[in-house]
């Protein structure tokens, strides 16, 4: 485990519902970003709605370029051993992601290749939810699209709903609420549906799939790896 990050578990009223913890962080490293306020208010409707929070902060997952030399001779660096230790205590992770040139910031894709490294892999049958906001009539979507792929591909459960919030420079108040009241009325509905999959999966699960990187390829024991 990390010794960077000890977080003393929430205490949360739950409101009947069965104990579920989620991470959930910003993709964003700039100061008063969209995307870190539409973190926060995500946030906010998890622990409204009887969930346990961990708030993250993107600046502490940042991991030098993937190098699988500086891996062999350096190890795993901070970055992603922490990001792996907060997927492990969780049981379900929120990302709020800006579009870069149509695709995701650089920096979350190099952590997500590096924490996928880790044996058992930590991405593996996690459920997660994908958001953007953006002052762009598209609100980040097309990033999303391609944030959805690595995060499929290592195992996690990526919900089909994501949310995409446009001109958000217009429709995020001060402390990252959306005023417009029936976008509002959305993302809460989304996030609650979202906590429902996450405990019936925790708390009820009928099936258990195996993770398989290599799905229907010849196997060989350079590339197989089944967990």
Known sequence: ??????????????????????????????????????????ARVLEANGGAVEHADMRAFNCPSFDQDVEADHGIPEGAILLRDRLLANDAYVIASPEYNGSMPGHLK??????????????????????????????????????????????????????????????????????????AERFDEMLIAFMDLVEATKHYPCVKRAWVEFLGERTDPMTERVE
Do not use: C
């Open 1 to 42: 485990m990390s010794a960077m990050h000890d977080p003393t578990p929430a205490t949360v009223n739950t409101g009947g519902r069965e104990p579920v913890r989620f991470l959930v962080f910003s993709a964003s490293l700039r100061k008063g970003s969209y995307n870190s306020m539409l973190a926060r208010n995500a």
């Open 110 to 183: 190099n952590v997500i290749d590096w924490v996928s490294r880790f044996r058992p892999q930590p991405f593996n049958g996690k459920h997660a939810m994908l958001m953007s906001a953006s002052p762009s009539m598209a609100g980040g979507s097309h990033g999303l699209w391609a944030l959805r792929i690595p995060l499929q591909k290592l195992g996690s459960n990526v919900a089909p709903s994501m949310f995409s919030l446009a001109t958000a420079h217009k429709i995020l108040d001060a402390d990252g609420a959306i005023t417009e009241a029936t976008l």
